[in-house]
């Protein structure tokens, strides 16, 4: 509230008397929330309020006029907008009219300008969903999946870094997050998540949030950043330090990834509060970071059949996005976009699946040694499912009688429509 009112006061004790342009208007839909972005030429006062019968949000912005080239965007995705208007009044300011097809919460906040973008004023509108809760993924044999959520770094109004030909960060990371999302999820024993699967800014607490709430067993973040020298090149792991960083490039890194939320997007009102409060606690977190840490060194491994790497080590840092207290996460720097021969392979579709696939096979690799228990690769790995392979003139009635199994069980356990098999198939054995 205090960052409000100082934005206020600033811009009343400015000389506003230049107009202003709005020369953008944006919109991103996120499963909760719609936000809309104007971008202005200068920092502008602005008014707001609500009306009913129908239901709107009007915004009043002083001597202010909307670009003629200016296309309005467009809400089918949305479940709260119906629809953008505006209209120039005839004393020089611009009204700006939301229509609404719920009763729902409207928050509107100011961005300053940064080296992406200018003044901004952004709106975000609550969707009128409910909230889903997450289904616990349970085998058929009884046995739950290894939960993984992947989080595609930055997006909305945080692109992330630049590369060159406009290359942005948040679009590569999401390809790859996406990647490796169905890579986890065509294999048995895991239910992969992704933070976000489209183009919109989730705070970092919120991408914490979105780990706890699936009870993820591992956190990945996927990141391509760039460094002031384009001849900065490699990959990395990094986990959460508890301490200080590692090296002088994780803390740049660092740094860098935590500034997200002021270029995102973050209405300062809603940063304190009681569950935030309680997440910045000092967090006790030596068995996660040493799982974090043992994950880590998996994937480094594999990254380095297909990049150069820029440690060798798990690199350690005060990432916000990794302070999940009782979940293992780490953050993958895929490469540096700044640097023209890494931007070059990460728009490429065939390397970014590379590096989802040898992402994938490090933390397969880890989870098969040390699988959480209760799950489906522990009962793997502990023998608790046997296996049969189907010989010649065998029946699934008789291998049922054999293993003292119902042929139904048996048809659940190995998804089967029917009772037709074949030599050489091999059938997972439920237990009795």
Do not use: C, W
Not at 114 to 135: C, K, L, S, T
């Amino acid at each position: 509230m205090m960052g409000r009112i100082l934005v206020v006061l600033l811009l009343m004790l400015s000389p506003l008397a230049q107009a202003s342009d709005v020369s953008g208007i944006r919109s991103y839909r996120s499963p909760d929330s719609t936000r809309i972005v104007f971008d202005l030429s200068v920092a502008t006062e602005y008014s707001t309020f609500e009306l009913v019968n129908p239901n709107r949000t009007v915004i009043d912005f002083p001597d202010t006029r909307l670009l003629s080239h200016v296309a309005l965007p467009q809400f089918e995705e949305s479940e709260s907008v119906a629809g953008l208007r505006y209209a120039h009044q005839d004393d020089g300011s611009l009204r700006v009219v939301i229509d609404l097809n719920d009763d729902v919460a409207v928050r509107t906040f100011e961005l300053m300008a940064n080296d992406e973008f200018g003044f901004r004023v952004v709106v975000d509108i609550d969707e009128a969903n409910e909230a889903q809760e997450p289904i616990l993924q349970v085998d058929n044999t009884g046995m739950r999946d290894v939960v993984i959520v992947i989080d595609p770094g930055h997006g909305g109004e945080d692109p992330g870094a630049s590369g060159p030909r406009n290359l942005r960060e948040k679009h590569v990371v999401l390809e790859i997050a996406k990647s490796l999302r169905d890579k986890f999820n065509r294999v048995a024993g895991y239910s992969a998540h992704l933070t976000r699967d489209r183009d919109y800014f989730i705070p970092l607490r919120g991408r914490n949030a979105i780990a706890r709430t699936q009870q993820a067993d591992l956190f990945i973040s996927i990141h391509a950043d760039a460094f002031t020298n384009p001849q900065a090149n490699g990959a990395s792991v990094f986990a959460l330090s508890e301490s200080g960083a590692s090296s002088e490039m994780a803390r740049f890194l660092a740094e860098k990834e935590n500034q997200s939320d002021l270029v995102g997007g973050v209405n300062l009102a809603d940063v304190e509060t009681p569950e935030l409060a309680s997440v910045l606690l000092d967090l006790s977190m030596s068995s996660v970071q040493s799982s974090s840490i043992d994950v880590g060194e998996e994937v480094l491994k594999e990254l380095d059949s297909i990049a150069r790497l820029h440690n060798r080590n798990v690199g350690l840092a005060g990432f916000v996005v990794l302070k999940n207290p009782d979940i293992p996460s780490i953050l993958v720097e895929t490469g540096f976009i700044s640097n023209p021969g890494e931007a070059s392979k990460l728009a490429t579709e065939s390397y970014r699946n590379a590096m989802a696939q040898r992402i994938f096979n490090g933390v397969d690799r880890y989870f098969r040694r040390s699988p959480p228990q209760g799950t489906l690769l522990a009962a793997n790995k502990n023998g608790l499912l046997r296996t049969y392979t189907v010989a010649s003139g065998d029946s699934l009635g008789a291998i049922a009688t054999r293993h003292r199994v119902t042929v139904g069980a048996l048809r659940q356990a190995n998804d089967l429509d029917g009772d037709v098999i074949y030599p050489g198939q091999e059938l997972t054995i439920p237990r009795p």
